[in-house]
């Protein structure tokens, strides 16, 4: 385990469902991320936080909405999702924003 | 614009053997690079990291090696297991210490018994 837990693992939801992902770090970093993974395409960075700030937006639709309470934290608040959003999200940690990331398991998600 | 790719998308090896994958970075500022390895149905999981002012890099049963003459970085795996069977992905941090990462597509890894 790398110290970064994601939760659910797995999700499906409809177009008009609103759904929360949750991403706890216990490695004491400060900096915390989302990244998106499809199929067939690189890991694409969404949002990055150091110290609970908000420092990278990574041109992220706005039916994505980041939050991060504290360093420990971090969540993404998702409403009225197109099909094309199903794919893994992936919660990543550093020490500082230049460390090491490193990933939780990933929330499947699948938008009907 | 900036872009790292994976020479080929599998590379499929005998079980005892050594693997080699390798990957073309774009960005000749980039001075971190790392090597993810993805199993199926986990998260990337650190393997090695090497810093620009270095051009080698061991760890355990894996190598890095960084050419930044022609911006190539390969991942060499000693005696390949079939738990090395994964999904490997480069990545290298661009210009700036923004932490954003830009990663390859990734090279999947299958090993034959």
């Known amino acids: 385990e790398t110290g970064v837990t994601q939760t659910p693992r797995h999700l499906v939801m409809g177009m008009t469902n609103k759904k929360s992902l949750k991403c706890e770090q216990h490695?004491?970093?400060?900096?915390m991320y989302w990244y998106k993974q499809s199929a067939k395409k690189p890991l694409e960075l969404m949002f990055v936080y150091n110290f609970k700030e908000q420092t990278e937006n990574n041109s992220v639709p706005s039916r994505f909405s980041p939050e991060c309470p504290n360093s420990s934290h971090l969540f993404l608040h998702l409403h009225t999702l197109q099909p094309e959003d199903s794919a893994l999200y992936l919660c990543?940690?550093?020490?500082?924003?230049?460390?090491?990331?490193?990933f939780g398991p990933g929330t499947r998600l699948l938008v009907l | 614009g900036e872009s790292v790719g994976l020479h080929l998308p599998t590379l499929s090896v005998q079980e005892g053997d050594n693997s080699i994958i390798n990957c073309a970075y774009s960005?000749?500022?980039?001075?971190?690079f790392i090597w993810y390895k993805q199993e199926s149905g986990k998260g990337p999981q650190f393997i090695i990291d090497i810093r620009s002012n270095m051009d080698k890099r061991q760890g355990q049963r894996v190598t890095v090696l960084l050419n930044k003459t022609v911006k190539h970085l390969s991942l060499q795996i000693a005696a390949t297991q079939p738990g090395d069977s994964a999904v490997y992905f480069c990545a290298e941090n661009g210009s700036g210490n923004t932490g954003k990462l830009i990663f390859g597509q990734g090279t999947t890894l299958q090993v034959k018994p």
């Open positions: 960005n000749s500022a980039s001075d971190y």
């Open positions: 990543a940690s550093s020490s500082g924003s230049t460390g090491t990331q490193y």
């Open positions: 490695l004491g970093h400060n900096a």
